[in-house]
């Protein structure tokens, strides 16, 4: 065997990988810093473009500015004001414009709440046309009842008939009713009395009978009433365009005095005020 060993040496599968790996790797490396080379020179141009526009936007602001300066300054020569003065105008109409605009929001505010002032009101005041409609026609039913059961009776002129009130309570009703107007009296033996546009006089009673005498004086006439019976209809003719007149007597209140009223027809004559 000779000192040096001549065997074509051989390099294990491990080795080959390693080397392989690294290859890849190092390809990877330089596939990334070329893409990453591409996207910075990108990103540079767009930054350098940016800051090109923001030059030319400086640009234009310092001649906007160049040209608000001059403008104010020609505005303030051919207004004789100085800077500070319109400074001071500016600053004058500024707070004219807020307050104008507190003042607005004030009035709107204002009115909104009357808005909502006059909605709550117009509600009250339909519940409480509501509640008057309802009452209404509960007293319009309680009139009703109320007439129907007023007495009829035939008074002492031939065929004519009507509803008498026996007492203050049913006269109230018959005025509510509204088709005549009534004057209560109370009329003592021996005294002429004006009741509404007739005179009255009392001549006679008699209590155990319910029994009396009236005397009534109308358009110069007179006309007795003899012997007629409490709530009676005492019917007479009386006006320049003669209208039917009626007095029903309640009651004999003593031996020489009677209590009742006088219904004439709505639009009749009326007595002076004061009478």
Do not use: C
């Amino acid at each position: 065997m000779s000192e040096f060993d001549t065997t074509p040496r051989t390099y294990s599968g491990a080795f080959i990988a390693a080397v392989a790996v690294a290859l890849l790797a190092a390809l990877g490396s330089l596939f990334w810093a070329y893409t990453l080379s591409g996207k910075i020179a990108a990103q540079q141009t767009e930054l350098q473009e940016a800051k090109q526009h923001n030059v030319e936007l400086s640009a234009d602001l310092r001649e906007t500015n160049a040209k608000l300066r001059v403008t104010a300054d020609e505005l303030g020569k051919s207004l004789g004001l100085t800077q500070k003065q319109m400074d001071a105008r500016a600053q004058q109409i500024v707070a004219r414009e807020e307050a104008e605009n507190r003042r607005l929001e004030s009035a709107q505010k204002e009115t909104a709440q009357q808005v909502s002032a006059v909605a709550t009101d117009v509600s009250t005041v339909k519940t409480d046309v509501g509640g008057v409609k309802t009452d209404l026609g509960k007293t319009q039913t309680d009139l009703a009842g109320a007439i129907g059961q007023l007495q009829t009776m035939k008074g002492d002129l031939s065929g004519h008939t009507s509803l008498i009130a026996r007492n203050h309570d049913e006269l109230e009703v018959l005025k509510h009713k509204g088709d005549r107007t009534f004057y209560e009296f109370t009329l003592t033996k021996g005294d002429r009395k004006p009741v509404g546009t007739v005179s009255l006089e009392l001549k006679k009673t008699d209590a155990k009978k319910n029994k009396f005498t009236l005397i009534v004086y109308s358009d110069d006439k007179r006309y007795e009433k003899k012997d007629r019976n409490v709530n009676e209809p005492l019917q007479f003719y009386s006006g320049k365009d003669p209208a039917l007149y009626e007095i029903v007597v309640n009651s004999i209140t003593s031996k020489n005095q009677i209590a009742g009223y006088l219904s004439t027809p709505k639009g009749a004559p009326v007595p002076p005020v004061g009478q």
